[in-house]
T-cell receptor, first 112, second 116 residues
């Protein structure tokens, strides 16, 4: 069964701290892996997409890594800001059809 | 470029009633998805359309849920009759589907359903 797990479920950090969110998946035959951000009452916004042949992707203060052999991905956020407070979702795609299989998310709170 | 539009944004109904949600994807996007997100969980795919054909509805509770995509553009998702456990946010997403591996999905704001 294809499952995605995220830990921790919730995280609270002071502003300026660097942090890592974790994602693991059971079936390593992925097509790509994506990280999304969800703000309360809003839809999902794509942050980073890592193709199966890639090891990492970077966008601004965000860096996502992928290790297919161990079935893991991490999202690194540098110099966190209160505006980063949101739920972060990891999702795996197994074929070109694009069906996303999501983890349960990590709720991040960055305190001023 | 306009995003994915959904309506209504909120709906409260009693169990056994029926409800319908509407989605208008980004213009030119061939693939449309409906996801169900229960509080505290990640979204789960209910149904996927490619143009106006169904690609994947393996997790759609077909005894009460139905969906259609008119002329390969707008889509409606219906629940009849609703149960308490259907309380969730229903998210619509679309994707251009040009075949590029780096293509992502764009999500609408969702419809929050509460069944009493």
């Amino acid at each position: 069964k294809q499952e995605v797990t995220q830990i921790p479920a919730a995280l609270s950090v002071p502003e300026g701290e660097n942090l890592v969110l974790n994602c693991s998946f059971t079936d390593s035959a992925i097509y790509n892996l994506q990280w999304f951000r969800q703000d309360p009452g809003k839809g999902l916004t794509s942050l980073l997409l890592i193709q199966s042949s890639q090891r990492e992707q970077t966008s601004g203060r965000l860096n996502a890594s992928l290790d297919k052999s161990s079935g893991r991905s991490t999202l690194y956020i540098a110099a966190s800001q209160p505006g980063d407070s949101a739920t972060y979702l990891c999702a795996v795609v197994y074929n070109q059809g694009g069906k996303l299989i999501f983890g349960q998310g990590t709720e991040l709170s960055v305190k001023p | 470029e306009a995003g994915v539009a959904q309506s209504p944004r909120y709906k409260i109904i009693e169990k056994r009633q029926s409800v319908a949600f509407w989605c208008n994807p980004i213009s030119g996007h061939a693939t449309l998805y409906w996801y169900q997100q229960i509080l505290g969980q990640g979204p789960k795919l209910l149904i996927q359309f490619q143009n106006n054909g169904v690609v994947d509805d393996s997790q759609l509770p077909k005894d009460r849920f139905s969906a259609e995509r008119l002329k390969g553009v707008d889509s409606t998702l219906k629940i009849q009759p609703a149960k308490l456990e259907d309380s969730a946010v229903y998210l619509c997403a679309s994707r251009h589907s040009s075949g590029r591996a780096e293509e992502t999905q764009y999500f609408g704001p969702g419809t929050r359903l509460l069944v009493l």
